[in-house]
């Protein structure tokens, strides 16, 4: 048959042109034509994948060859021409207007810079969509081009050349000049003549190319260097974050679907038929080990040959391979297998595959190393569990630990041998097998559960027949003994029989049990998440079932917890065991030896073997709660992904494009913030922009309804982060309200989750798309993309996709598996609604989605658009799906996988079945299908243009309802007779696609309701937020009858009088006020109006909320033991005279001032929280941590009380008065935190005095004239700080002391100096220092008698009476010649102490000290009075200043 009649017939089956054109193919490429032919040969048969083809390694050395050879005679092709130079230099000496083949010209310009420029990691197709630009026309030079047809986009030309060719080529280039040609003119229209004598005097181009080469600066043309590979240029991290490394090209070359060869830790190769059967009950028996029902072997096994064996994905597979899992029953069809579970065949796939491979590894190991052992063959025969071959692997590690060396193999585990020698093993021999039952035996006793075999009975003691081993090697009968028993126990622990036994039991019967630690029993109260789970009494493995196991584990991990995974009776279990171990002989010496043998039981088992099945329960445990989260997580985002873009009541159901949106925000919407719109027209493109100040202005209003007006959008969504935006809706609902009146037109204003467009507003990517725009603007731009088509915007996420929250736990989950699974969630919706591969190839938006298509993924789906890109010759697009083949765009393979999904509009020399969801091996049964329904013979189809144009007509018609009369059923037995496969689903898909083709899915995009957005906008959910919860609110209004509330989250609320006090009031002002914050109940909460009616009365508050907020415990949570803590802990603090208190608060916990201490350890400095005080019930302390181990008590004192327990309405602290605990805390603590906070990140803050006064005397020495000072924590009072201060390098250090309130500081000195900031303060203290070193006037002259003392006068002590200090004994203070002219040296403070009374007196309360400085008990008070720290502030120092000596001495100055 010819070429010509081939492709009619082909034409005339199938309804396609395959594309071939023997014009562009040169006569002699006989090699091709019969590789193109095969291909078409594969299309015409109807994409039928026979069972017996070619193994894929033989394909892929076959493509390469052919790629190779057609690259060989492009290459030597190109040699056989001219370049542009000599026919320029033939015209002019000619005059002949020579035709230039412009094509060949181009590819070969690309060639040489290929050769010069590209990196050698780049695609090759990369460079063919840059040969036929013509605007590098100016830039054109010589060098080696190269030949391309239509066929050339395949993608093994994706390929690099590997290293041989790359050598081959060099070695050419290097290679002398080619000799001279054949005299054969190859330009049309010359005679041979006339080109004879142009050759003999311009040769061929090639004899002065090394001289222009060197005259650009260039290497010699016979000099050029091998070009630089990407490897030597990039960062590796580089190559791969751009997918451009070796391993990336091999994957995205290869025929077989990218996510099956990036499958972690297995190879995608082809599993046998035999390894098939095998797998199909290892999956039965994995489901059976959880409690889970088999699935029908008759459907596992063809899903498994589908996958395992001609690699296709699950959703081809759920798409057209239904029938092989299917029940058909005359017109009922059930599904036996669901998406789920076939996506749960392939991750069982994949841990099968990793069982061979450990399998294959161990068997490998014993025939490399000569070992032949019954026991192991057979264990590994029978073993199932990735867990039993790590058990027969570290058997295998214990008993021929000599024959492996650690160094080479792998399975060998470090200390897997211990004490087990050997050498040893082989002396003992015989005791041992007198000593117990072999390892094997007793493993087998214990696996079936019967005691088949017995222990020998020895007549000698232990010692007796120990005895006979003592040597040289062994001292002592008890060293015998001792070792025997060590090694009996070891191969005990590592026997494959004793473990699976034993691991049954854990898997079937093991129970988890948690209990707090001490730590854990004070954090964990009712109101933690941990609570449901605080002690857990003996929970089944089995019945977990949640995450909760992950909240353990991290409950375990933060200290708070104990967790133990035992077997319940495990003493029970333990001596069931010894009944197959021991004899039941009652003799002295059985008795004896069954004492050993229970010593080995309990080496072997407790010390080893319960405590791996622990971990291993753990583990799977973990797994098992993973595998729950993020299974959760993918449901959630595939009920985001599953909606259809908007329609409007005015748009057309049937339209094929998304709505034109306009999207409007203000962000955080504060004064400052203006309003962006951006408008994103019906193509996905952002079109236009503008910002408004504010829409409360009518300018703003009209400016905005003419810009809707120009933009006729069909939808307007609005979007915020907070409250404020609610009001932004109601203005932009009355804008557009103003527009329908205005044109008429039905424009809808919706609010949507956001939570896409949150993350990608401020995302590197967006920044490269729009990095001009604000991201509120990226963020609106976003919001419209998302209105247009969700599961398009989610899936441009990419990887960011893992940071949206799509569950409590899903921070508990690892990455790798939450990333699988929510790009899982991509992969089965996306397939389901099919992409148009065109729209992929011009938009790189949707291009996104094409990675998530069946058989590709990101370098597959990259390399497609680049191949279809580079290919000019049919526009950079597709006209039919075969062309995926034909050009050679995709592998065979990939092709099957990913045919159905990708659309192509149907056009002129299109097929209409390319435009619906069947694939290409049923495109014949569809027409003999249409043909049917439209009741044509096969003399009536050949009336038709092409083998679909009936098709075309059922479809165009409306006729697509007579395929309801079919009767399928009939149809499908007699395909199943002739082709031995099932087709009834096949028939059913073809019928819904031709009804309907490609029909949209996902369910229909509505608008969000009201619980959405009062989540999306505040934050709160049911849990954090609803009726009955008390709450802190801010008054910000009060009227006649009402107080206008404003909620942490930004909900409004009202208080309404009758809600204010339980008593009758006269005004709310009696009771509330403006400002004041204060605990509120919620009665009543609207969502949809963002409003709450609160109440603060004292009955609604008295019982709190604890029951409604706190969360369920667990079905087995041990209240008893918990009651009983409770108990323990209250007649603890009972006997500590502390008094617990119920005091609706998150900060409020019953503790003592130690557990406040040890609570407070790990925490941050000024994390704070409020405790019952020891001082009585009508007092309250509040806890601060200053620094580590440092800690401030706030006493406050509680009146108006109604009883012991609750709280007093009026709060009192350092004489200050609040009328509400968060008011106090806001106000006052938080306040007094805040001023030490920025005491304590000063640049001259020390935590330690010692470290701080090493500092100054640091500086000094360097600089003997600087006064330095610093700040640091007064440890002996707690709330106070020190100025610590040096005024040059030979003086002595002074303190000052600091005060910090609410509002200021005070500077403890000769006068307490109020300080409103740091900054205050330190000038304050600068200014002191500058009082202090003026100089002083010369002193008066004292009486010498004690009578005649003054104590009026200016220098004097005000307000003493001479008798105050008549009683006292005074050591004089020692005058200095320069005492009138220098300050005084202080300890404390410069004129005063920090226990009250003065330096230079006898003042009550203090005492002289060394140096004449008063030391003395600590008092009380604050500004002015004698507090715990200061001195009157109304004192003023004497001048100059001096001491009253006792009675009959002089004084001293």
């Known amino acids: 048959m010819s070429d010509d009649e081939d492709r009619r017939n082909y034409s005339d089956e199938e309804g396609e042109d395959v594309g071939f054109d023997d014009s562009d193919r040169d006569d002699d490429d006989s090699e091709e034509e019969e590789d193109d032919e095969e291909e078409i040969k594969r299309v015409r048969d109807g994409f039928i994948v026979d069972d017996d083809e070619d193994e894929e390694d033989e394909e892929d050395e076959e493509i390469v060859r052919r790629s190779s050879k057609k690259k060989k005679r492009r290459k030597e092709a190109i040699e056989e021409d001219l370049d542009d130079e000599d026919l320029d230099l033939m015209e002019e000496n000619t005059g002949v207007k020579i035709k230039r083949p412009e094509r060949f010209k181009r590819l070969k310009k690309r060639r040489q810079e290929d050769e010069e420029e590209r990196p050698s990691g780049s695609s090759r197709h990369d460079s063919l969509h840059k040969i036929f630009d013509d605007d590098d026309d100016e830039d054109m030079g010589d060098g080696q081009g190269g030949y391309e047809d239509e066929m050339d986009t395949f993608i093994d030309d994706d390929e690099e050349e590997d290293e041989d060719a790359v050598d081959s080529r060099r070695d050419r280039r290097e290679k002398a000049p080619v000799k001279p040609r054949a005299r054969r003119a190859p330009i049309e229209g010359l005679s041979e003549e006339v080109w004879g004598e142009w050759y003999e005097v311009f040769g061929d181009g090639d004899d002065y190319a090394y001289a222009l080469g060197k005259e650009n600066g260039e290497e010699s043309y016979h000099e050029m260097k091998e070009p630089p590979r990407l490897k030597d240029v990039f960062e590796p991290g580089v190559l791969a974050e751009r997918m451009m490394t070796d391993m990336d090209e091999i994957i995205r070359v290869k025929d077989v679907p990218e996510r099956m060869q990036l499958r972690r830790g297995v190879q995608a190769d082809k599993l046998t038929d035999f390894e098939i059967e095998e797998e199909t009950l290892w999956i039965n028996e994995n489901r059976r080990s959880v409690d889970q029902p088999a699935l029908p072997t008759a459907s596992v096994t063809p899903v498994l040959k589908f996958m395992s064996q001609e690699m296709l994905e699950v959703p081809f597979i759920e798409t057209h391979r239904r029938d092989y899992f299917t029940r058909v029953d005359g017109q009922n069809l059930t599904q036996l297998l669901s998406r789920d579970d076939l996506w749960y065949i392939y991750d069982l796939d994949l841990k099968f595959r990793s069982f061979l491979e450990r399998r294959k590894a161990i068997r490998e190991l014993m025939e490399r190393k000569n070992i032949s052992d019954e026991y192991i063959d057979d264990s590994i025969l029978k073993a199932i569990k990735l867990e039993e071959l790590g058990d027969i692997s570290d058997y295998l590690n214990l008993r021929y630990s000599k024959r492996l060396d650690t160094r080479r193999d792998a399975y060998k585990r470090p200390g897997s041998g211990g004490a087990y020698d050997l050498v040893k093993r082989e002396q003992l021999a015989g005791f041992i097998k007198d000593f117990a039952l072999s390892a094997r035996e007793f493993g087998t006793n214990v696996l079936e559960g019967n005691k088949r075999h017995y222990p020998d009975d020895v007549n000698l003691s232990p010692e007796e027949l120990a005895a006979n081993y003592v040597g040289a090697t062994f001292a002592t009968a008890d060293r015998v003994i001792s070792i025997a028993i060590s090694m009996i126990a070891q191969e005990i622990s590592v026997d494959p029989q004793v473990r699976k036994a034993i691991r049954s039991k854990y898997d079937i019967t093991a129970c988890v049990t948690v209990t707090p630690t001490e730590k854990g029993a004070t954090t964990i109260d009712e109101l933690h998440p941990y609570y449901p789970f605080k002690r857990l009494a003996q929970k089944s493995v089995r019945d977990f079932h949640d995450g909760q196991f992950l909240q353990i584990l991290r409950a375990q991990s933060e200290g708070l917890v104990k967790v133990e995974i035992k077997l319940p009776e495990e003493k029970r279990y333990l001596a069931s065991l010894e009944d197959y171990f021991l004899t039941d002989n009652y003799s002295e010496s059985a008795q004896r030896w069954n004492e050993l043998r229970r010593k080995i039981l309990s080496l072997a088992l407790k010390d080893n073997v319960f405590g791996l099945m622990e971990r291993y329960m753990s583990e799977k445990l973990r797994t098992q709660a993973e595998e729950w989260v993020a299974k959760k997580c993918q449901t959630s985002l595939e009920e985001k992904l599953n909606v259809a873009p908007f329609v409007s009541r005015s ?803």
């Open 651 to 1453: 748009m057309r159901s049937d339209r094929q494009y998304p709505p034109r949106v306009v999207a409007i925000s203000h962000g955080p919407g504060s004064s400052k913030d203006a309003i962006q719109v951006a408008y994103v027209d019906d193509n996905g493109k952002f079109s236009d922009h503008m910002k408004i100040d504010s829409l409360r202005e009518p300018r703003s209003q009209k400016d905005l309804v003419d810009f809707l007006d120009n933009r006729r959008p069909d939808v307007v969504v609005v979007g915020g982060f907070n409250v404020m935006t609610r009001r932004l809706l109601e203005q932009v609902e009355k804008v557009v309200g103003d527009l329908r009146e205005l044109r008429g037109d039905d424009v809808t204003v919706i609010m949507t989750n956001d939570e896409a467009a949150r993350l990608y507003q401020n995302s590197k990517r967006a920044i490269e798309e729009y990095p001009e725009a604000n991201p509120l603007t990226r963020y609106c731009i976003s919001l419209a993309k998302l209105v247009q088509n969700p599961m398009n915007e989610y899936a441009a996420l990419g990887n960011d996709l893992i940071n949206i929250r799509q569950h409590p736990l899903q921070h508990l989950v690892g990455e790798d598996r939450l990333r699988d699974l929510l790009d899982r969630a991509l992969i089965n919706v996306i397939n389901s609604v099919g992409i148009d591969i065109n729209e992929v190839v011009a938009s790189p938006y949707k291009a996104h989605m094409l990675k998530y298509i069946c058989g590709l993924g990101p370098r597959k789906a990259q390399a497609l658009i680049k191949n279809i890109e580079s290919d000019d010759q049919n526009g950079a697009s597709l006209d039919k799906r075969g062309d995926l083949v034909i050009r050679k765009l995709l592998t065979w393979n990939i092709f099957m996988n990913c045919c159905s999904f990708l659309r192509v509009r149907t056009n002129m020399n299109g097929d209409v079945l390319d435009d619906t969801r069947i694939h290409q091996e049923d495109y014949n049964l569809a027409r003999k299908m249409a043909a049917d329904a439209l009741e044509i013979d096969e003399e009536g189809l050949e009336e038709y243009e092409n083998a679909s144009q009936h098709v075309e007509e059922l479809m165009r018609d409306d006729g697509a309802e007579k395929l309801n009369e079919l009767l399928l059923e009939d149809y499908a037995h007699q395909l199943e007779m002739i082709q031995h496969k099932p087709k009834r689903m096949t028939l059913e898909t073809i019928k819904v696609e031709l009804q309907h083709p490609f029909r949209d899915p996902r369910k229909t995009f509505e608008r969000a309701s009201p619980d959405a957005i009062f989540t999306m906008l505040t934050g709160e959910t049911d849990q954090t937020l609803k009726e009955g919860f008390i709450v802190p609110a801010l008054i910000t209004k009060i009227r006649d009858r009402t107080a206008t509330c404003r909620l942490d989250s930004g909900v409004d609320g009202v208080i309404a009088i009758q809600n204010v006090a339980d008593q009758k009031i006269g005004a709310i002002t009696d009771i509330l006020n403006e400002g004041q914050t204060l605990q509120v109940k919620i009665v009543r909460l609207d969502k949809e109006k963002f409003f709450a009616d609160l109440s603060c009365k004292e009955s609604d508050l008295r019982q709190g909320d604890t029951k409604l907020r706190m969360l369920q415990p667990d079905r087995m949570f041990d209240q008893f033991e918990e009651e009983r803590a409770r108990n323990q802990i209250n007649t603890k603090v009972k006997k500590n005279n502390f008094v617990a208190r119920k005091i609706n608060h998150p900060l409020f916990k019953n503790m003592t001032a130690d557990e406040a201490v040890k609570f407070l350890a790990d925490k941050a400095r000024g994390v704070h929280i409020i405790r019952p005080s020891t001082r009585g019930v009508d007092h309250l302390a509040v806890t601060v941590k200053l620094a580590d181990d440092f800690y401030k008590h706030f006493d406050i004192l509680e009146t108006d009380k109604k009883d012991d327990y609750s709280l007093g309405k009026t709060l009192k602290i350092d004489n200050i008065t609040y009328s509400d605990l968060d008011e106090l805390l806001v106000s006052h603590i938080e306040s007094i935190i805040s001023k030490m906070e920025t005491l304590m990140t000063s640049s001259k803050y020390k935590e330690n005095a010692a470290d701080l006064k090493q500092s100054l005397d640091t500086a000094t020495k360097a600089k003997p004239g600087a006064a330095v000072y610093g700040f640091t924590l007064d440890r002996k009072h707690a709330g106070y700080f020190l100025l610590i201060y040096k005024l040059g390098g030979n003086r002595p250090i002074h303190e000052m002391g600091i005060k910090v309130l609410p509002e200021m500081y005070i500077l403890k000195g000769q006068s307490n100096k109020e300080c409103k900031d740091i900054n205050s303060l330190t000038n304050s203290f600068k200014e002191m220092m500058m009082q202090m070193s003026r100089p002083k006037p010369a002193p008066a002259p004292m009486p010498s008698t004690r009578s005649t003392v003054h104590m009026g006068g200016p220098h004097s002590h005000s307000g003493m009476h001479p008798s105050a200090m008549g009683s006292h004994h005074y050591v004089p203070h020692q005058a200095q010649p320069h005492m009138a002219h220098q300050p005084i040296p202080m300890q404390g403070a410069p004129w005063g102490t920090p226990w009250g009374g003065a330096p230079w007196t006898g003042a009550p309360g203090g005492h002289m000290g060394q140096g004449g400085h008063m030391t003395g008990p600590p008092g009380h008070g604050g500004p002015g009075t004698h507090d715990g720290y200061g001195s009157r502030s109304s004192r003023a120092p004497p001048t100059p200043r001096r001491f009253m000596p006792p009675p009959g001495q002089q004084p001293y100055y």
